[in-house]
């Protein structure tokens, strides 16, 4: 597999290692506006002598850098501090302390939830995706303050923290008591249902692919007549990953690419003619982003696999990350995903071939909820019938 970049994608996190590079090698020189940096200067100047309080210089600057990015009305770019940046490369490791939720700002500008992390105090609590989170402890947020929000619901394990909740289902408004916990991911799970594998994969991290490649050998030892893929609730995460497990069961050609806003090519990943060769289908729902949407739709754009569940979520737009000298940080949207076909999700999302509203009294999904997991039961009739043929 051809692979130009490191990229990680996500709600949360995604990240170019040399986005630096990048930007110098086609950005050129830069024209300063001195006039908009003198209002500037002016205004702090004004601020500083009559404000009535003391100012603190660090908030301030801080807040003038974090405004710059906010002034570009998209919810995917952001500047960090050292500490929010700390924070924002925990992702990629599977590993950090909170209530496991994933979240975005939603077009309400509403902090929207993308998915439980399986097993989290958020999903145990039973928060879902497509709830909006209105409080966090006493205190409102709303979508543009994403990572304050993220930075409250962290904390000690086993300290509570309150979250107030708009539930999407029934549209009322519940107050959630939550124990913070060790986020410790197991990205990858997978067993036998009678003669068909399954394989979930909860988020995409460093060593996803890895785990994704060992439990597909040890399936295909056992002599499994077909695959089940199950992305649901997988928010996304790291693109190398997602491009890894495709070119597993992809034929040789293109997985995906990015392009900027001149129409150039920024990166691409391809495949290698050895791949998986048995039936596959794959289970999405509405908490599928991003990297679960570029692995889905190439394996629908080659006839490899029927996509099963709901519509995703339609995140298919790069962010490219970059830490400054002084450790503060930058995640800024430069580039837009397109699949094999050419086809880009970005607010689209992957419609499923065969759509299964997943029944509202069900505990929970996967083979351990088989008996009311509908979703699931129909991606098995699906395959029975692939593997009769």
Do not use: C, W
Request: aromatic share 8%; hydrophobic share 35%.
């Amino acid at each position: 597999m051809k692979k130009i970049l490191k990229i990680v994608t996500g709600i949360m996190l995604l990240l170019v290692t040399n986005f630096f590079t990048f930007v110098m090698a086609t950005g050129g020189f830069i024209h300063v506006d001195r006039d908009k940096y003198t209002q500037l200067a002016k205004l702090e100047s004004f601020v500083k002598q009559n404000y009535l309080y003391d100012v603190n210089e660090k908030q301030l600057l801080n807040g003038e850098l974090k405004g710059l990015v906010a002034g570009l009305k998209d919810p995917y770019s952001e500047y960090y501090t050292r500490e929010e940046y700390d924070r924002l490369m925990e992702f990629t490791t599977g590993k950090f302390y909170g209530i496991g939720v994933v979240i975005t700002r939603g077009e309400d500008n509403l902090i929207t939830v993308i998915s439980p992390i399986k097993d989290s105090p958020a999903d145990l609590a039973g928060i879902k995706a497509g709830d909006k989170i209105l409080k966090v402890g006493d205190e409102e947020f709303t979508g543009d303050k994403l990572q304050e929000a993220t930075n409250v619901m962290k904390g000690d394990k086993g300290t509570d923290i309150k979250i107030t909740v708009l539930k999407k289902d029934s549209g009322k408004t519940e107050d959630l008591t939550i124990k913070r916990d060790e986020i410790k991911v197991d990205t990858v799970h997978s067993q036998i249902i009678d003669d068909i594998g399954y394989i979930g994969i909860t988020q995409f991290d460093d060593t996803t692919g890895k785990d994704f490649e060992k439990a597909l050998r040890e399936l295909e030892k056992k002599e499994v007549k077909g695959l089940i893929l199950d992305l649901r609730r997988n928010p996304g995460g790291v693109v190398d990953t997602a491009a890894h497990i495709a070119d597993l069961l992809l034929p040789k050609g293109i997985i995906v690419y990015a392009e900027d806003k001149n129409g150039k090519r920024d990166f691409e990943f391809n495949s290698d003619e050895n791949h998986y060769d048995k039936p596959i289908v794959v289970l999405v729902n509405e908490g599928s982003a991003s990297a679960s949407e570029l692995l889905s739709g190439a394996l629908r754009d080659y006839k490899r696999a029927t996509i099963v569940g709901k519509n995703t979520f339609g995140k298919g737009i790069v962010q490219t990350a970059n830490r400054f000298p002084n450790g503060d940080g930058i995640k800024l949207t430069t580039s837009e995903y397109f699949l094999p076909s050419g086809k880009s999700i970005h607010k689209l999302g992957v419609k499923p071939d065969v759509e299964v509203e997943l029944n509202k009294d069900t505990q929970g999904i996967g083979p351990e909820f088989k008996s009311t997991d509908n979703q699931l039961q129909k991606a098995i009739e699906i395959l029975d019938t692939k593997i009769e043929k």
